[in-house]
Each structure stands twice: as structure tokens, then as C-alpha cells.
């Protein structure tokens, strides 16, 4: 092996197993003793303090603080009657848990759904001349279910007038009744559409979307649906999104439709897929230059890793930021309920900005990590010039412990197609996590197979995980984090994306890159050490 080139070195204490959260302490009597360092928990992503978590719901932006709720069971650390969890973070990092927002009532229990600022008061629910929030949620009757009825699942709104600390269910509730009788009937996601002067309700109902109009978030009228002839249909259409976004190249406004499905994503369960088209204020149709209309893909994947389902976007995030900011649940509807974690259940990917770009393959959404999370990077190590013949150990070099850190790559790959390039975590178990590209197919992998603790569900580890390739440029630009029981990968730029948990019966401790087939030339690398984020 070659001397590595270190523009900045510095050694910590390389213990195995070590976590990077000198500084940052939690903090809050709601804590339990132990919650930062339990086997499997991770420490920049969020978590439910304890029991079970599952899909990102009303997240909204209002008066400096990023709203997070989620679906939670506080009895269980197994999926049961839905209610809305909560948090606030002010910078999309660190988050405070905040008590439970909504519980389950006579109605039913509280599925997804979403939250906007209602700025003019159209609801006329806000007080003292402020706007209030509006939560716009399905209820789920299970008593209803049981008895064999098919209208059981129908939308209903909340609203708080004090920053989301308390909310209070609308009387008239439900604002959407199933009158259709469709079983699956669910997670309504609300925007403002200025064009069209109007609330628009987008939700699932089995193998398609709704599309509802409302002056008021109170009196909807159903206006089109969208979807059973297009996309990919191996499962139950879930939480859809709906948003505007400029086209990077040109300028130009296009809509975006995200589209969960469980189950029939590309490496099995739950995955997110999406539509770029246009929205009338009334119908959605397919952009002529995207994917499916161009080639007869089925289907375009946010994500193609097993752990990223659910997602959607902040609603009101301020003009002057103008992000379109993503999250997902980092879990898989296959095997969420049997994961290895003792006192709390799954947690959420890595928040992400979404960009609209034309690519390779034509007009594709790409993801970034958000910059804010720039803030937890502790001192860089940094590789230039070198070769990868085989194997480069960067851990040992650095001190960064693998199992907590974010790593900047481009390498270039060398001429043929034989080569197979990527980044390996171990620990003294001898378990190992891969990630990395295979030159003569063409794709990227996840490798969770032999990573730790597998045995839970056939599901999780029954193969290798795979992603094509968009870009055609011979340099590979990798941009992953490592926390604990998870890998996020975005590639070229965010035109892949790669999100996959795992379960490492001890932290890894060693990371290195390897190469079959040719050498590998190092353009860049850096690692940073990431410490952990406050939760309080
Ligand atoms: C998606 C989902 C939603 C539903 C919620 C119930 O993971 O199935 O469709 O509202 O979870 O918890």
C-alpha cells in the first residue's frame, strides 16, 4: 500500500466501538438513562425516545421551527393504534421531543397525513390574527374495519393556535368522508396552489390518487384522479406528495408526484416512486419528456435502498430558503416490526434537499443531504492522488470510528469493464457491510448480507441490492454517512440514492476501500468524524 497524502491528520483514540459524542450531551428529563448509547442507536438520525415509530407526517416550517410528528404507538415497540408523535428542530440537526400531538378517538386512529400554515385564515380556525396550523390527517376506524365495512379509513383535520404544542380536532370532522367505499383511502398531503387560488388535497386510494380541491381546508370537492394506468403497481399506493419545483437547466416549473408502495420496490417491500408532470389546479398529467412516456419505464425510484419509505416534504419552508427538504422513514414495511432494536423502533433517513435536473436518463429528481448537517462534522482526514490496488485502509489512518461518519469520494475508474470499486465497514466479528459499484453491470450495490444480525427476517439479507447507473462519466463521486445501523449513499451528485440499514452485533471499527479488476484512482477523499446530534 501506498503512503497515504494527509492534508489534515489527527488521532482520537481508535477504541472499537467508539461513538463521536464527546461534546454533545442529551439532555431533558424525558430521556431515558442509556437512550444515546443502546446497541443500534443511532446518533445524528432521528428516533423516537422509545416504542415504536413509522412514517414522517405534517411536516411544516412555521416560525423558525421544522415540525416533525410521525406515526407512533407509545405502548409498543410493535405498530398498533396510530397516534402523531412530535418534534421541533430549528435547523433540521438537533430536535426536541415534544408530547404527542394527536391520539386516536372515536373516529379512529391517526394515520399519515400533513400540515400546512393557514396563512389567510381560509379555515377561519386561527385567533388573535394569526395564522393557525392546520394537521390534515386520515382517521383509520379499526372497529369499523372489523365489522367488515369498507369505509373505514377517511380524512379529517386539527388545528393548533399555539405554535403546534396543543391541537384540537375540527367538530365537523371528517372533512373527506369514503363515500366511494375504498378500503385503502389514505394519507392526505395539503397545498396551497397559487395559480388556482385553492387548497389541493392529494391522497392514496389503492392504485391511484385523488385529487380534492377546498377554498377552506373544511368543504372539498373532488376534482380528478391520477395513476392506474402508470407507475409501478406490485402494492398499495401510500402517502403521495405534490409540489412545484424548477427544473435546474432551464427554469422552467414542473409538478413532482412522490408515490410510496408497499410492497413491489426495486429491491423489495416498501419504496418511494415518482411522476414529473404538470398540475392544472385540477388534473395531474405525465411530463412528455419523462421517463415513462420516453422509454415505457414503469416506474423512476427516489431511492432505491430497502430503508427509505413514506417521505415526503416540508410544506411552508420560507421563500428565501427555497428548499424542497425530503424525509423518510428508514425502514421497510417487510421487516420494520422485528428489527433488532430493544426499547424503540426505526428511525428517519438523513433530511434531504430535492433538485429537479435533466440527466442521462432524462428528467430525474436528485437528493442531497442538507448542508446543516455540515454542523456535526468534527475535524477532516483527507486522501488525494492515491491508488486503490485492492484494498486502502482509511480507519486506522484517520481515527474517525466508522460507525459514525460522512465520506466526500471521487475516484476514477480505469478503462474496461471489469472493475468493482467500493468502501467496506468490519468489526471484530468479522461482520462486513458493502457498498460500491460493479463496473461491468453497470449499477451500484449494498451489501447488508454478512453486516450483523440478520437472522430476524428472510427478507432483510436475502441478497444484494442493486441501483443503475445514470451518469456515463467515467469519475464516480460517492457521498455517503454512517450511523451506526445505517449507510445513506447519494451518487453522482444525488442521481442515485441508496438508503439501507443494518445491524452490526458491535460498531464497525474498520473502514476501508477495495477494488477488483483494475486500479483505482483516488481523486478525493474526505472523511469527517460526525458527532453525535442533540435530542432532547
Ligand atoms: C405507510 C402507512 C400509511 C398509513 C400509516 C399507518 O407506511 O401504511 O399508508 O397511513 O402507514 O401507520
Known amino acids: 500500500m501506498k503512503k497515504l497524502v494527509l492534508s489534515a491528520l489527527f488521532f ?43 412514517d414522517p407526517n405534517g411536516m411544516v416550517y412555521y416560525d423558525g421551527e421544522y415540525h416533525l410528528f410521525y406515526q407512533y404507538y407509545p405502548d409498543s415497540t410493535v405498530w398498533g393504534p396510530m397516534h402523531w408523535g412530535h418534534a421541533v428542530s430549528r435547523d433540521l440537526v438537533n430536535w426536541e421531543h415534544l408530547p404527542i400531538a394527536l391520539y386516536p378517538d372515536s373516529l379512529g386512529y391517526i394515520f399519515s397525513g400533513s400540515a400546512v400554515v393557514d396563512r389567510n385564515n381560509t379555515s377561519g380556525l386561527g385567533e388573535n390574527g394569526k395564522p393557525p396550523l392546520i394537521a390534515i390527517f386520515t382517521h383509520h376506524s379499526e372497529e369499523k374495519a372489523k365489522a367488515g365495512r369498507q369505509d373505514f379509513q377517511y380524512q379529517s383535520i386539527a388545528y393548533s393556535n399555539d405554535r403546534g404544542r396543543t391541537w384540537t380536532k ?116 405525465l411530463d412528455p419528456s419523462f421517463a415513462p412516456q420516453v422509454s415505457g419505464e414503469k416506474a423512476v425510484w427516489l431511492d432505491y435502498g430497502p430503508d427509505d419509505y413514506a417521505g415526503v416534504t416540508w410544506s411552508d419552508i420560507p421563500k428565501a430558503d427555497g428548499r424542497r427538504i425530503f424525509l423518510g422513514w428508514m425502514s421497510n414495511w417487510d421487516y420494520a416490526t422485528v428489527v433488532p432494536t430493544e426499547t424503540w423502533r426505526s428511525a428517519m433517513t438523513l433530511p434531504r434537499k430535492l433538485t429537479l435536473k435533466q440527466t442521462a436518463a432524462g428528467l430525474r429528481l436528485l437528493s ?26 482509511m480507519g486506522g489512518q484517520s481515527g474517525v470510528s466508522p460507525s459514525q461518519m460522512e465520506v466526500i469520494l471521487e475516484a476514477e475508474l480505469p478503462e474496461g469493464p471489469e472493475t468493482d470499486f467500493g468502501i467496506a465497514l468490519s468489526n471484530s466479528k468479522g461482520e462486513k457491510y458493502r457498498i460500491g459499484y460493479n463496473a461491468a453491470k ?75 479488476g483494475g486500479d483505482v484512482k483516488v481523486i478525493e477523499a474526505r472523511v469527517y468524524p460526525l458527532n453525535k446530534a442533540v435530542f432532547r
Open 170 to 285: 375540527y367538530a365537523g370532522n371528517p372533512v373527506v368522508p369514503n363515500t366511494e367505499k375504498i378500503r385503502d383511502f389514505r394519507d392526505p398531503k395539503v397545498i396551497w396552489d397559487e395559480a388556482s387560488q385553492q387548497w389541493i388535497m392529494v391522497f392514496a386510494a389503492q392504485d391511484h390518487v385523488k385529487f380534492w380541491g377546498s377554498p377552506d381546508l373544511i368543504n372539498w370537492t373532488h376534482l380528478s384522479d391520477f395513476g392506474r394506468e402508470w407507475g409501478s403497481h406490485g402494492g398499495v399506493w401510500e402517502c403521495p406528495d405534490l409540489f412545484p419545483i424548477q427544473e435546474e437547466n432551464s427554469g422552467e416549473t414542473k409538478w413532482v408526484m412522490l408515490l410510496s408502495i408497499n410492497p413491489g420496490g426495486p429491491n423489495g417491500g416498501s419504496a418511494t416512486q415518482y411522476f414529473v408532470g404538470h398540475f392544472d389546479g385540477k388534473k395531474f398529467t
Open 12 to 54: 482520537l483514540p481508535l477504541l472499537t466501538g467508539c461513538r463521536n459524542n464527546m461534546e454533545k450531551e442529551t439532555t431533558g428529563a424525558a430521556v431515558p438513562p442509556g437512550y444515546s448509547l443502546e446497541p443500534h442507536r443511532p446518533q445524528f438520525h432521528f428516533t423516537p425516545e422509545k416504542m415504536w415509530m413509522n
Open 368 to 393: 442531497q443531504p442538507v448542508k446543516e448537517l455540515e454542523s456535526l462534522r468534527g475535524e477532516v482526514f483527507s486522501l488525494e492522488g492515491q491508488t486503490v490496488e485492492r484494498e486502502l485502509d
Open 442 to 516: 453497470n449499477e451500484f450495490y449494498s451489501d447488508r448480507t454478512k453486516a450483523g444480525v440478520t437472522g430476524f427476517s428472510e427478507k432483510f439479507a436475502a441478497k444484494i441490492h442493486t441501483a443503475p447507473r445514470i451518469s456515463t462519466e467515467r469519475a464516480l463521486r460517492l457521498h455517503l454517512f454512517f450511523d451506526v445501523a445505517s449507510c445513506e449513499m447519494f451518487a453522482d451528485g444525488g442521481e442515485v440514492v441508496m438508503t439501507e440499514a443494518f445491524f452490526p452485533s458491535e460498531d464497525f471499527s474498520e473502514v476501508k476501500l477495495y477494488s477488483s
